[in-house]
């Protein structure tokens, strides 16, 4: 990502403390027999929960990255601050810095989902598990301001 490499600072753009949109991300070489995309960013925020702030499902195959503020491709899922299905910048509470995980899965047929109600990361992640041929990991971690 031209936002940061591995191991990297998010930029305070991407979360609660700038202006909140979605970073940048590319990828290549997805493989063989992918049919479509899904991205979950989490964090861990220590009490041994995970939350969900970015969940999206449904990227055509043909996509090769998202760009800055993407709102268009996929389909959202729910995160963990609250009913809407959009990106949910960070936003963590507590001192020092948190560590985001942003997962790209390449999947071999588009996720099913049991149940009703939002879909949400956890469902997402469920859903995928069958299908998921190969994934990529981008880690950046971010510490707000006091």
Do not use: H
């Amino acid at each position: 990502s031209s936002v940061g490499t591995d191991g990297g600072t998010l930029p305070a753009e991407y979360t609660c403390d700038g202006s909140g949109v979605s970073p940048e991300l590319t990828w290549s070489n997805a493989p063989a027999g992918t049919q479509e995309f899904a991205l979950l960013m989490t964090t861990l925020p220590g009490d041994g929960t995970t939350k969900w702030n970015w969940v999206l499902y449904n990227v055509p195959v043909a996509t090769t990255g998202l760009a800055r503020n993407s709102r268009s491709v996929g389909t959202f899922g729910v995160g963990s601050d609250g009913p809407s299905a959009a990106y949910q910048p960070p936003c963590s509470q507590g001192p020092g810095a948190k560590l985001y995980t942003f997962t790209l899965y390449a999947l071999s047929a588009p996720p099913r989902f049991t149940g009703g109600g939002a879909v949400t990361g956890a469902a997402v992640t469920a859903a995928i598990a069958p299908v998921t041929i190969g994934s990529a990991v981008l880690n950046l971690s971010y510490t707000r301001p006091r």
